[in-house]
């Protein structure tokens, strides 16, 4: 795995000494050989934390300053076998006079003093203030740490989004903000909200360190907080005012390259450090198993209703355009035209058009069971739908007749024939009622390939393209709570725990469901995860190993990840010809796999892909 893209990040809250340098050297070296031992790339300190920051006018007195500066050369010469940047603050002379400033120190050196950018200095005794011109407020310098670009911005946290998008444009990927500011009530709450805004609209990352242990409470009471923030996610954070405490956590340059919304208009200078990011065993970030999904449960509840609400205005906007009010549906009673049901519903409600103009068809074949079969019969009569039963078998069994298939040989034509001709039914049907087929298949089975091209492919508008088959799952478990489709409850749940399969071979000598697509490929959850990182963030394989080992450490073994992961190259490149050529839909999340949003040549290679997960070591 390319390590360059993975920086370990580390805010070591040390404990101060007001005015005493000396004894804000220890606690600033404990701190630091701990972020050390954790293999942390970049350690970060407090502003101030050689000094302590509520020293009042003893951090203008010469005492303090000289102690300041010597705390620093000392803290650089016994920091000089670690290979990580530290930043460190401290009052130093500046060209105004004593100002706080924060040293940028590599394997021994000094890099740079990088003053506070609020104006007047804080050490003044007057309160900080945002410079009016955030573009002369300072160097922004750039440091490189493998394939991220950092810069120092210490300022006061409120401040933060003025000077912030000057050095995004400048070319930092993370910046890193050291603070020591009086806390009241309702501001820490209140500054994290502001980062992750501030990194979601930027495309960036914050690493926030505001000190605290140590300091006086009067006239103003400090908290030690530290968090850094991703994209818009917080990765971490905690918060002590009694003991020290370090914050470690990863960033990803991968991520913020794929997220990243302002331009670099002006690079910045590069200082004179570059450093090589050490080796990781283990991933400090958390990892969500289901990246389609927001962790939460409330955000994650209002997301899928957005999801559903988008899908329906979607078909209901094509249904408007077009002028065709009917709606033919192929109802298998499995999740992928169950939900694609509910949308039709929603949608012909939305404009005032009656029900009775989605035609639910259930195409009994030579895989279908029952449980499905009275599923597919019950959704359609209580959501108020036309009804029509279609059995493909004699039509199938005469084809097999005209190419001369041998109807005992349960092969790929097998399969696909029957796929095929209910397509052709469903588009026949269509033409004879000036009608619009619905799609029904999802991102999950599109990235797999796992549909029939000219058969379950096809269709005039796809309203589950950017659905994968879990988010699907949950939007149904949501909408079986509803008023509006409680009817029809135990059927949703009912389909919810039937196993997913295409049932295009004969069922078990029981009646049961023989064909379960999860026993092919691999678990959708791993396929869905795959599919998320390697699209939205361009992830290498051996990357995304990782990081699905973080997800799923408790549930699949790391060789059974890889094994599925090479499942999914396979697959994802082998299928591109079917996505090429697929029908019309809306893009609605995060990763879309239709032309124009995504697109590699139909004949692409996966080998050299292949090459690097294999040569991967398996993490943990």
């Not at 530290?86 to 400033?101: C, K, V």
């Not at 049907?429 to 091209?453: I, K, P, R, Y």
Request: glycine share 8%; hydrophobic share 40%; aromatic share 8%.
């Amino acid at each position: 795995m390319d390590l360059d893209t993975l920086i370990r990040t580390c805010a070591a809250s040390p404990a101060v000494v007001p005015g005493d340098p000396q004894a804000c050297l220890i606690s600033s070296l404990d701190v630091i050989s701990q972020g050390a031992a954790v293999g942390a790339d970049l350690i970060v300190l407090p502003a101030l934390s050689l000094s302590g920051a509520s020293c009042g006018s003893l951090l203008n007195h010469r005492m303090v300053l000289d102690g300041a500066d010597r705390a620093l050369s000392s803290l650089a010469r016994k920091t000089a076998h670690i290979n990580a940047y530290i930043i460190a603050g401290l009052p130093a002379y500046g060209q105004e006079g004593p100002a706080s400033m924060c040293a940028v120190i590599n394997r021994g050196r000094i890099l740079d003093l990088i003053p506070c950018v609020d104006a007047p200095s804080p050490l003044l005794g007057h309160a900080p203030r945002a410079t009016a011109d955030p573009g002369a407020a300072g160097p922004y310098s750039l440091y490189r740490c493998g394939s991220l670009r950092f810069c120092v911005l210490s300022c006061a946290p409120e401040h933060l989004a003025w000077y912030a998008p000057e050095a995004v444009r400048k070319g930092a990927q993370l910046i890193v903000a050291p603070c020591c500011t009086p806390i009241r009530a309702g501001d820490i709450a209140r500054y994290r909200s502001q980062m992750i805004a501030l990194t979601k609209a930027l495309g960036c990352a914050v690493l926030f360190i505001n000190g605290g242990l140590g300091e006086t409470s009067s006239p103003s009471i400090y908290r030690s907080f530290s968090c850094l923030v991703e994209c818009g996610k917080e990765l971490a954070f905690q918060s002590d005012s009694r003991q020290p405490f370090l914050l470690n956590a990863d960033v990803d340059t991968d991520i913020i390259s794929a997220q990243r919304t302002c331009p670099v208009q002006t690079p910045g200078s590069f200082g004179v450090g570059s450093l090589t990011p050490g080796s990781k065993s283990r991933l400090l970030r958390k990892v969500e198993r289901n990246p389609f999904l927001p962790s939460g449960y409330t955000e994650s509840q209002e997301y899928l209703e957005e999801l559903f609400s988008l899908q329906s205005e979607a078909l209901a906007v094509r249904i408007q355009k077009t002028g065709l009010h009917k709606l033919i549906l192929g109802v298998s009673g499995g999740v992928d035209s169950t939900l694609a049901l509910l949308v039709c519903a929603k949608a012909l409600d939305s404009l005032g058009i009656d029900r009775h103009n989605l035609v639910g068809v259930t195409m009994p074949g030579f895989g279908t069971t029952d449980r499905t079969y009275l599923n597919s019969l019950s959704l359609i009569d209580n959501l108020g739908a036309q009804k029509k039963e279609i059995s493909i078998k004699k039509s199938v069994l005469q084809h097999f007749d005209d190419i001369q298939q041998d109807p005992s040989l349960h092969d790929v034509t097998y399969e696909n024939a029957q796929a095929r001709e209910r397509t052709q039914i469903l588009f026949d049907l269509a033409n004879q009622t000036g009608g619009l087929v619905v799609g029904t298949g999802d991102l999950s089975e599109a990235a797999l390939g796992w549909c029939t091209f000219g058969g379950d492919q096809l269709s005039s508008f796809n309203v589950n393209a950017s659905i994968t088959k879990n988010v699907a799952r949950s939007i149904i478990r949501q909408q079986a709570e509803s008023k509006e489709f409680f009817p029809v409850r135990e059927a949703l749940l009912d389909v919810l725990d039937t196993p997913v399969s295409p049932e295009l071979l004969p069922p078990s000598i029981s009646g049961e469901i023989h064909q379960k697509t999860e026993d092919i490929l691999g678990p959708y959850e791993l396929h869905e995860f795959f599919l998320y990182y390697f699209v939205h963030y361009q992830m290498a394989p051996s990357k995304i190993l990782l990081y699905a080992c973080a997800a799923f450490e408790e549930t699949y073994s790391p060789e059974e990840i890889r094994s599925t992961l090479r499942i999914f190259l396979q697959r994802f490149f082998a299928g591109q010809f079917k996505r090429s050529c697929s029908p019309d839909s809306a893009a609605l999340c995060d990763v879309a796999l239709g032309v124009p949003f995504f697109t590699i040549p139909s004949d692409a290679s996966c080998q050299a892909m292949l090459d690097e997960l294999n040569g991967a070591a398996l993490p943990f």
